[in-house]
């Protein structure tokens, strides 16, 4: 049974536009571009990401703050320090910010210094996190859970939606299945089936959905001819030293590429 009303179709026929001010928009019959390192490192590090961003046309940049690591030993990101330090640079580029909230206590002290909020995929079953996020006036970016069907990422949209934040966007970022050649599987599936089901615009991210650098622009692409409204994925200087998931991250000459591509290959739709 369908158990989500307000972010279905059958409820808003006119797709939702998530506006994030100076002309930038996330929304259906267009491409938002968001890119950025896996996590947020270094000053220099961010200086150049949005260096790279601006001479690519890119928007948006994604970064973590707050990095959800498998082992408690690895990198778990800068902060609040960090994101004070990064909404700076941002700022005066004209660059907006998508980061990774994990808790509730992290909403407030965040809101001044980011655009999106992002729900990760550890975390898009954390229906506490949900309801608070839908009483927060900001765009709220919710990705797939890790096993999580179509049906659970739009009903914990729905979370968001009824607690009256309309600003939502989706994101299929791959799923776990038995294969073990790839990091996840990347469900393109969930891309025209999740636009189908719901007015809200829907992004991909290729970078976690392979997590094979050489294939993520593959996947992109790929993304786009499936319907997305957007694409994000993970970009830094030195991939190979980035603090987190540098397999799955493109240098600048390969984000300048697959930005290119994912324009072009946008005309053709
Ligand atoms: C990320 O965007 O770096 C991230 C941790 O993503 P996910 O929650 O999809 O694993
Ligand atoms: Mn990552």
Same mark, same amino acid.
């Given at each position: 049974?369908?158990?989500?009303?307000?972010?279905?179709?059958? !409820?808003?026929?006119?797709?939702?536009?998530?506006?994030?001010?100076?002309?930038?928009?996330?929304? @259906?019959?267009?491409?938002?571009?968001?890119?950025?390192?896996?996590?947020?490192? %270094?000053?220099?590090?961010?200086? $150049?990401? =949005?260096?790279?961003?601006?001479?690519?046309?890119?928007?948006?940049?994604?970064?973590?703050?707050? $990095?959800?690591?498998?082992?408690?030993?690895?990198?778990?990101?800068?902060?609040?320090?960090?994101?004070?330090? !990064?909404?700076?640079?941002?700022?005066?580029?004209?660059?907006?910010?998508? %980061?990774?909230?994990?808790?509730?206590?992290?909403?407030?002290?965040?809101?001044?210094?980011? @655009?999106?909020?992002?729900?990760?995929?550890?975390? %898009?079953?954390?229906?506490?996190?949900?309801?608070?996020?839908?009483?927060?006036? $900001?765009?709220?970016? =919710?990705?797939?859970?890790?096993?999580?069907?179509?049906?659970?990422?739009?009903?914990?949209?729905?979370?968001?939606?009824?607690?009256?934040?309309?600003?939502?966007?989706?994101?299929?970022?791959? =799923?776990?299945?038995?294969?073990?050649?790839?990091?996840?599987?990347?469900?393109?599936?969930?891309?025209? =089936?999740?636009?189908?089901?719901?007015?809200?615009?829907?992004?991909?991210?290729?970078?976690?959905?392979?997590?094979?650098?050489?294939?993520?622009?593959?996947?992109?692409?790929?993304?786009?001819?499936?319907?997305? @409204?957007?694409?994000?994925?993970?970009?830094?200087?030195?991939?190979?030293?980035?603090?987190?998931?540098?397999?799955? %991250?493109? @240098?600048?000459?390969?984000?300048?590429?697959?930005?290119?591509?994912?324009?072009?290959?946008?005309?053709?739709?």
């Amino acid at each position: 049974s369908d158990d989500y009303k307000l972010v279905s179709k059958k !409820w808003k026929v006119k797709p939702t536009s998530i506006d994030l001010g100076d002309g930038i928009h996330i929304k @259906d019959g267009d491409m938002a571009l968001m890119a950025g390192p896996c996590s947020i490192e %270094t000053e220099e590090q961010i200086i $150049k990401v =949005i260096d790279h961003l601006k001479a690519t046309g890119i928007k948006i940049m994604r970064g973590g703050v707050y $990095k959800p690591r498998s082992s408690p030993y690895a990198f778990r990101g800068l902060g609040l320090e960090g994101l004070k330090l !990064w909404h700076q640079h941002a700022k005066a580029a004209g660059i907006k910010i998508v %980061t990774e909230v994990m808790q509730v206590s992290q909403i407030e002290e965040m809101y001044d210094y980011v @655009d999106i909020y992002q729900v990760g995929a550890r975390n %898009t079953q954390n229906f506490n996190l949900l309801d608070e996020l839908g009483r927060v006036d $900001k765009a709220v970016m =919710i990705k797939r859970g890790i096993s999580g069907t179509i049906e659970e990422l739009l009903q914990s949209a729905e979370y968001v939606f009824s607690g009256g934040n309309e600003k939502l966007i989706l994101c299929e970022r791959g =799923i776990r299945t038995y294969e073990k050649a790839s990091r996840n599987t990347l469900d393109l599936n969930a891309i025209p =089936i999740l636009k189908s089901k719901s007015h809200l615009p829907v992004v991909v991210d290729p970078s976690h959905g392979i997590g094979i650098r050489q294939f993520v622009s593959h996947m992109a692409l790929a993304g786009v001819m499936s319907g997305a @409204d957007g694409v994000i994925y993970e970009t830094h200087e030195v991939p190979e030293k980035a603090y987190s998931d540098g397999q799955q %991250t493109l @240098d600048f000459h390969q984000s300048a590429l697959l930005a290119d591509q994912i324009r072009q290959t946008f005309a053709l739709r």
